[in-house]
């Protein structure tokens, strides 16, 4: 290799690395999740789908290690899962542990691709009245920060049992037994 030739390849290299200097590689945005009940509100031990969504909002760069979990809170009952693609091989594969006894499930997959969203749904039962926020864990990636969690709120009301009777109702049927107790008493 001649002089001019070598004094070429080294003031490339230096062009090349001061272009490159103070250049910052944009880091991947954090992967996003949803949540919600269908429906959001049911009877008494009423049962419910939760559905998460986890998305990649990256138009080309993958994830990698994508993880969330979720515990119910206190009335809401764990059921089981009813489907999904999280932790399948759409994402690479990865694991799914449902626990219902602890009231927990986490999803973990190996890569979520651009632009590509999985979900998991579980079966619920709302178990005490009122109303109850679910909250899922930040949704987190090896290569981007994390997400923030999600909430759901699912509903449980008094359901369809017998019917009830106003007081004035009460009182015509008190009055209507006892007339009846009266009649009875005197055959």
Do not use: Y
Not at 55 to 75: I, Y
Not at 87 to 105: D, H, K, Q, R, V
Not at 151 to 165: E, F, N, R
């Amino acid at each position: 290799m001649s002089q001019r030739s070598s004094r070429l390849a080294i003031v490339t290299a230096v062009l090349i690395s001061a272009s490159f200097t103070g250049t910052v590689l944009a880091q991947a945005a954090a992967p996003v999740i949803t949540k919600s009940f269908n429906p959001a509100v049911v009877a008494l031990n009423g049962a419910s789908i939760a559905t998460i969504t986890v998305t990649n909002p990256n138009p080309v760069l993958p994830l990698t290690t994508v993880q969330f979990s979720d515990t119910m809170p206190a009335g809401i009952d764990l059921i089981t899962q009813t489907g999904g693609t999280c932790s399948t091989l759409a994402t690479g594969g990865g694991m799914f542990t449902i626990n219902p006894g602890t009231e927990t499930f986490s999803s973990t997959s190996s890569v979520l691709a651009g632009g590509q969203s999985c979900t998991i749904t579980v079966s619920v039962q709302g178990t005490v009245i009122g109303t109850h926020l679910n909250t899922t864990s930040q949704v987190t990636a090896s290569n981007a920060p994390p997400g923030v969690a999600a909430s759901a709120t699912l509903t449980v009301q008094v359901g369809p049992g017998a019917p009830t009777l106003s007081v004035w109702m009460l009182m015509v049927l008190a009055s209507a037994l006892a007339a009846a107790a009266a009649m009875k008493l005197r055959a």
